[in-house]
């Protein structure tokens, strides 16, 4: 069993705005992110916490996204899903503004969802054991250079913490366009063990699943001839 005490806090790296925001991004951020967020004495607790706790009202499963980018896919899984309670870390501004926006112009329920906009790493290590019913990390940094491997997300550690939180069966969904951190991926993911990997053929990688919300971002790395690969490894 993982202990969520000892895994080093994460750095981010980049930049946390890319641009100034409208007035209306920058109101939804002063005025809708206070009530969704994770309150910050979170960190201050010596047990970990069930997620659960911080929603208003009670849900059939509590799902996780890492690192959303504009929020298009945990908007889109939040109308799939309505009896489904969902967690989203997005540190760059810019981004959490998108969604927060989304939710305001699409009527979104703010009981559904809950936020952090920090790394997301360490909101996950405060969290108790077997408190979630999937995690999503969707395309996230390449870091291509080798001496910035050691950057990426989806590392040992990293998986450690994804199967303690994680309930048995549960589903860790991953992609990416870049062909090499699909490979690193699959590698990391194979070689630990309370991961098993649930694709029988290539369409199970190359083809999304049913019902894939696809994003903005994704469809614009297609436009452009990239490939998305989807990874779909199961909590033993």
């Known amino acids: 069993m993982a202990d969520n005490t000892k895994h080093p806090k994460r750095r981010l790296y980049g930049r946390k705005l890319s641009r100034p925001l409208t007035a209306e991004r920058q109101d939804a951020i002063d ?9 910050t004495d979170i960190f201050e607790k010596e047990t970990a916490v069930p997620p659960a706790s ?3 009202k009670s849900y059939k499963q509590y799902i996780c996204e890492i ?29 959490m503004s998108a969604f927060l ?57 990293h998986l450690d913490l994804f199967a303690y ?38 369409n199970d990688w190359t083809k999304p699943p049913p019902n894939w919300i696809e994003t903005k971002y994704e469809a614009k790395g297609k436009s452009a001839g990239r490939k998305q690969t989807y990874l779909i490894f199961e909590r033993n």
């Not at 005025?31 to 309150?39: E, G, Q, R």
């Not at 090499?180 to 098993?196: G, I, K």
Request: aromatic letters at 10%; proline letters at 7%.
């Open 31 to 39: 005025s809708i992110l206070p009530k969704l967020s994770f309150p």
């Open 165 to 202: 939180l994680l309930k048995p069966g549960a589903p860790l969904i991953m992609t990416t366009d870049v062909d090499d951190l699909a490979e690193w991926m699959v590698t990391q993911a194979s070689n630990h063990p309370d991961f098993a990997w649930t694709a029988k053929s290539s």
């Open 101 to 157: 926006t989304q939710m305001k112009d699409e009527g979104l329920s703010s009981d559904q969802v809950r936020l952090w906009m920090d790394d997301g790493i360490k909101l996950l290590e405060k969290f108790e054991q077997n408190s979630l019913d999937g995690l999503y990390v969707l395309n996230p940094d390449p870091w291509p250079k080798v001496r910035h491997h050691k950057r990426r997300i989806i590392n040992q550690e």
């Open 54 to 56: 911080y929603f208003s």
């Open 67 to 95: 690192g959303f980018g504009d929020g298009d896919h945990l908007a889109g899984l939040m109308k799939q899903h309505p009896d489904i309670g969902f967690i989203g870390a997005e540190p760059f501004i810019n981004g």
